[in-house]
């Protein structure tokens, strides 16, 4: 039986092996929890927001524990490991609060007697999620779709079972029935198949979009529906009336939080002529301060990637990027010693056709495009086939908003970086998937939108 081998980025040393479970085991795990969803649907808002609110202060108790754990296992800074699981007890806190309201039926007025729409559970939903944020992209949406009455089954990243385990025993340990969440610790592989299984009603994948794709056609061909949030190759327009610090600022935080490796972070910077250089030599010497280290150290600003396959897959793609004409301004040189570390990189004068400009670099990359003007900025942004977020930054927010409300994606920030807040729909367009999670919006995404007429 194949095995799920936690190894940390900052040492590459071997933490922990995790014997994986057949396709069998699996499967009768997803029954039970198809058996708990008869009777976990017909329990009150007001229990299951109780057992969601005991699992929120199980993460703000036990903080440290869960963030030292996502550190060991994905790489990232230990200040921004306590700051996911900070916000996993806040969705979990929103969703309580909120999810009988998201929730109530909808009355409308017909000839009928009564009639209404109601938002009913469907069953079992499997979760297929990533490692780079090994703890809040799960209660992302889990806590939605357990308040609205399902119960769920996970399929983590295979470097980040600890994680997964935790996650497993923190719902447990708050009380949830057996069966509510459960990890299945089973390869890629067999994803396939725990699809087709009888008991799963639906599919959520946060991931590359070719694994979207492998999802979406296999639910597809069973008509299970689909929730998928993908890659992103995100622009930001520094517009040239704004503040250069400020902007340049807000470009290194964007590049270099979770070590590059977050979907919505600001990849591709367009920059309008006029500020063009002036803009990359501010924000040169921002990446290059900041501070490479041990993601234990309370200091250090970026840690290493999660794998090392990933560092040398982002390390061809800078190598590539330049052989196509890009200028490579810091970085792009892979560092000696252990660990999976890249240093912060600068690709200026990026076009399309550039393995930087077309496709999505999960990592401390950033890729700094040249525009005439903001008609081009704004035409060089949509230029993609990604739209999961974008950004613009200006002094102007009038301006700002018209230019965020012409780009190409599902979230289109001003002045700052984007982020998935509860209380804002979370999801892309194009390659970055569909449907929408986070607020009212995605609650009811996994439910039955029923109609009930009286006459």
Known sequence: MSKAITINPANGETENVYERIDILEAKEKTALAGE?????????????????????????????????????????????????????????????????????KEIVNTEATRSYVTFQPMGVILAVMPWNFPFYQVIRFAAPAIMAGNTSVLKHASNVQGSAFALEDAFVKAGFPEGVFTNLNISAGKVKDLIEDKNIVAVTLTGSDPAGRSVAAIAGANLKKTVLELGGSDAYIILDDADLDTAAE??????????GQTCIAAKRFIVPEPVYDKFLEIFTNKMRNAKMGDPMDEITFYGPMARFDLRDELHQQVLTTVSQG?????????????????????????????????????????????ARDESEAIALANNSRFGLGSGVITSDKERGEKVALQLEAGSSFVNKLVASDPRLPFGGIKNSGYGRELSGYGIREFVNIKSIWVD
């Open 36 to 104: 708990v969803y008869t009777s976990w649907k017909q329990t009150s808002f007001a229990e299951r927001s109780k057992l969601m609110y005991a699992l929120a202060d199980l993460f703000d108790a036990d903080k440290e524990e869960y963030a030292r754990l996502a550190t060991i296992e994905m790489g990232k800074t230990i200040v921004q490991a306590r700051k996911e699981i900070e916000k996993c007890a806040w969705i979990c806190r929103f969703y309580a609060d909120n999810s009988e309201s998201f929730l109530a």
């Open 250 to 259: 807000l470009a290194m935080l964007g590049r270099l939080q979770n070590n």
């Open 326 to 370: 890009a200028r490579l301004v810091i970085g792009g040189e892979m560092p000696e010693g252990n660990g999976a570390y890249y240093p912060a990189t600068i690709l200026a004068d990026v076009k399309p056709g550039m393995e930087a400009f077309d496709n999505e670099l999960f990592g401390p990359v950033a890729s700094v495009i040249r």
